[in-house]
């Protein structure tokens, strides 16, 4: 039985990539097959992942992190891969329907009445985030972060170390990777790989606040 404790146990923020260790390619496939699994409130899936992988790749991203955000600089670099995980500026109803037509290819409905009650679901869903409470990138964003935290405990489980970073100018990644054009936005960057000798926070014990203050029985 698969123990995910022990994941959630030994995984910890890298600080300090090897950059002669390269992660093997069928490890970044079931991670890009995980990422397209992850779940979204009402199969929303307002995201979009750009992954770098090359030198020139990873240079790009690392333009982002100038300034105040030098110190991530070699998180990005010195990493075997880098993934940029983008939200939707928007959720119009183009991508809506595209997502209820994947779901018809997918044969989710009987017939065409339950593919109507579906998009009409979907659509007020939209609605109430779009116009009645008005936090439609809010509640996008929180969807991306789901993607963040299934994409760091998938890492652990193929005993990848792994780097969550908000520290970037979001505005020049935009830019750079093209996203308005896209309808996207950069929300988060996940620097993955095997970390270095220098990485001082892989010795260091991991502190969390004690269940007694997290949990509250009723």
């Given at each position: ?100 037509e ?27 985030h ?5 936090d ?83």
């Amino acid at each position: 039985m698969i123990n995910l404790l022990s994941y959630a146990r030994t995984r910890y923020t890298a600080k300090a990539y090897d950059p002669a260790r390269k992660i093997p390619a069928p490890q970044i496939e079931q991670l890009r097959a995980l990422l397209r699994l992850v779940p979204s409130s009402v199969n929303s899936q307002p995201w979009h992942f750009v992954m770098a992988s090359t030198e020139a790749g990873k240079a790009r991203v690392a333009r982002a992190t100038h300034g105040p955000y030098a110190y991530n600089a070699p998180k990005v670099l010195d990493a075997s891969h880098v993934f940029v995980l983008c939200t939707l500026h928007t959720l119009n109803d183009a991508h809506i329907h595209a997502v209820i037509e994947q779901e018809a290819r997918d044969g989710r409905y009987p017939d065409l009445q339950a593919r109507q009650t579906r998009l009409e679901s979907l659509l007020g869903y939209a609605d109430a985030h779009r116009h009645t409470r008005r936090d439609v990138q809010a509640w996008m964003e929180k969807q991306t972060y789901i993607a963040l935290g299934t994409l760091l405990l998938g890492a652990a489980a193929l005993e990848l170390d792994a780097t969550p970073m908000e520290g970037f100018d979001n505005a020049v990644l935009d830019r750079e990777l093209s996203l308005p054009e896209r309808g996207l936005t950069s929300t988060v960057l996940v620097s993955l790989g095997y970390h270095s000798a220098e990485d001082f926070n892989a010795g260091l014990p991991k502190s969390r606040l004690p269940a007694a203050t997290l949990f509250t029985d009723i």
